[in-house]
């Protein structure tokens, strides 16, 4: 690609792509939104207008059909990722996928196998993983900085007053609080670790008759004896949180999606202020980091550092956990 900066379009009206992904491209060294679709094209167009976005379409297919559109930001609900990346790929956009890359394993796999036949590039768009203190926290594990690791806790729970007519709220479009956000505390989990859990247990509840989870809770097993406990909920006060606990200490990030939140480490028995250290951990908006990174692969051809892969892997232990809660069994793990 002779060009130097990646041409993205929003498929959707997605509050996600207009108030994320549309800010993050003007801040972003090689992105820029050129076009937005909705299958009503008068909400297109208003939406198009209102932002300053210069082309529009009333159908997704139009969209993709576009020659002057490089990408696609897929921020369709959660049971339509799938379809539509596929359609992507087949007119040879690169596709950045929001979270859940999809609803199952077996159509993780269907849009890699069509990403791959058709020389284009598939990530899912997990963006805290960018942010430091993940990284961090990452690394301390890694390097033993808190012993051997026992527990973890990781929660995404936030508060959706009005549930009538919210795509997490449907069923048919596969919502729910572990899709929507249980999968931020998942991926934390697998992030921190730097592996996959052999076994999982999962427990959900609906608040309204909904069919779909309105909250849900998880425990995740991995080899090396560690369990953590993950929690989504859609319907109390907001909290993003993890907390690792080793043989020796313990990491705190209060809030995993503040860009630049701190990290706090403890020591000893976790209960002198003294053992205590604070670290701060500016960084650049991560929807920014995400995007310069995911144009720098398409532009150059290389590899991404988070493939789409990962995403099957975090959409497989998020199904097990739901056929665990379905059946009340365990169910293991070969990741």
Same mark, same amino acid.
């Given at each position: 690609? +002779?060009?130097?900066?990646?041409?993205?379009?929003?498929?959707?009206?997605?509050?996600?792509?207009?108030?994320?992904? &549309?800010?993050?491209?003007?801040?972003?060294?090689?992105?820029?939104?050129?076009?937005?679709?909705?299958?009503?094209?008068?909400?297109?167009?208003?939406?198009?207008?209102?932002?300053?976005?210069?082309?529009?379409?009333?159908?997704?297919?139009?969209?993709? $059909?576009?020659?002057?559109?490089?990408?696609? =930001?897929?921020? &369709?609900?959660?049971?339509?990722? !799938?379809?539509?990346?596929?359609?992507? +790929?087949?007119?040879?956009?690169?596709?950045?996928?929001?979270?859940?890359?999809?609803?199952?394993?077996?159509? !993780?796999?269907?849009?890699?196998?069509?990403?791959?036949?058709?020389?284009?590039?598939?990530?899912?768009?997990?963006?805290?993983?960018?942010?430091?203190?993940?990284?961090? %926290?990452?690394?301390?594990? %890694?390097?033993? $900085?808190?012993?051997?690791?026992?527990?973890?806790?990781?929660?995404? !729970?936030?508060? =959706?007053?009005?549930?009538?007519?919210?795509?997490? *709220?449907?069923?048919?479009?596969?919502?729910?609080?572990?899709?929507?956000?249980?999968?931020?505390?998942?991926?934390?989990?697998? *992030?921190?670790?730097? %592996?996959?859990?052999?076994?999982?247990?999962? +427990?959900?509840?609906?608040?309204?008759?909904?069919?779909?989870?309105? /909250? *849900?809770?998880?425990?995740?097993?991995?080899?090396?004896?560690?369990?953590?406990?993950?929690?989504?909920?859609?319907?109390?006060?907001?909290?993003? $949180?993890?907390?690792?606990?080793?043989?020796?200490?313990?990491?705190?990030?209060?809030?995993? /999606?503040?860009?630049?939140?701190?990290?706090?480490?403890?020591?000893?028995?976790?209960?002198?202020?003294?053992?205590?250290?604070?670290?701060?951990?500016?960084?650049?908006?991560?929807?920014?980091?995400? *995007?310069?990174?995911?144009?720098?692969?398409?532009? /150059?051809?290389? %590899?991404?550092?988070?493939? $789409?892969?990962?995403?099957?892997?975090?959409?497989?232990?998020?199904?097990?956990?739901?056929?665990?809660?379905?059946?009340?069994?365990?169910?293991?793990?070969?990741?």
């Amino acid at each position: 690609m +002779a060009r130097d900066v990646v041409r993205y379009g929003l498929l959707s009206t997605a509050q996600i792509g207009l108030n994320a992904h &549309l800010p993050a491209s003007y801040g972003s060294k090689n992105s820029e939104i050129v076009s937005i679709s909705s299958r009503d094209a008068a909400k297109a167009e208003a939406t198009a207008k209102k932002h300053n976005i210069e082309r529009w379409y009333g159908s997704y297919e139009e969209q993709l $059909a576009d020659p002057n559109t490089d990408a696609i =930001i897929n921020s &369709l609900p959660n049971g339509m990722h !799938c379809e539509w990346t596929i359609k992507a +790929a087949e007119a040879g956009k690169h596709i950045l996928c929001e979270k859940p890359l999809a609803v199952s394993a077996e159509e !993780c796999q269907r849009m890699i196998d069509a990403a791959n036949a058709n020389n284009v590039v598939l990530v899912e768009a997990f963006t805290p993983r960018w942010n430091p203190h993940l990284r961090m %926290a990452c690394k301390l594990i %890694a390097e033993g $900085a808190i012993g051997s690791i026992q527990t973890i806790d990781a929660a995404l !729970c936030f508060n =959706i007053a009005e549930p009538e007519g919210n795509v997490r *709220f449907s069923a048919e479009l596969v919502g729910g609080s572990m899709w929507d956000a249980g999968c931020y505390a998942v991926y934390a989990v697998r *992030f921190v670790m730097s %592996a996959e859990p052999v076994r999982v247990r999962g +427990a959900s509840y609906d608040s309204g008759n909904w069919g779909i989870d309105t /909250t *849900f809770t998880g425990l995740m097993e991995f080899g090396n004896g560690a369990i953590a406990h993950v929690t989504s909920n859609m319907q109390q006060p907001y909290r993003s $949180a993890i907390s690792i606990d080793g043989s020796e200490g313990r990491i705190e990030i209060p809030n995993m /999606t503040d860009d630049s939140g701190p990290i706090i480490i403890k020591k000893g028995d976790g209960r002198n202020r003294r053992d205590e250290q604070i670290i701060a951990t500016p960084a650049p908006y991560r929807f920014i980091v995400q *995007f310069d990174e995911f144009s720098e692969c398409v532009l /150059t051809g290389k %590899a991404p550092e988070f493939p $789409a892969e990962d995403g099957l892997r975090n959409t497989a232990v998020i199904e097990a956990l739901y056929k665990s809660a379905a059946t009340g069994q365990a169910q293991d793990l070969d990741l």
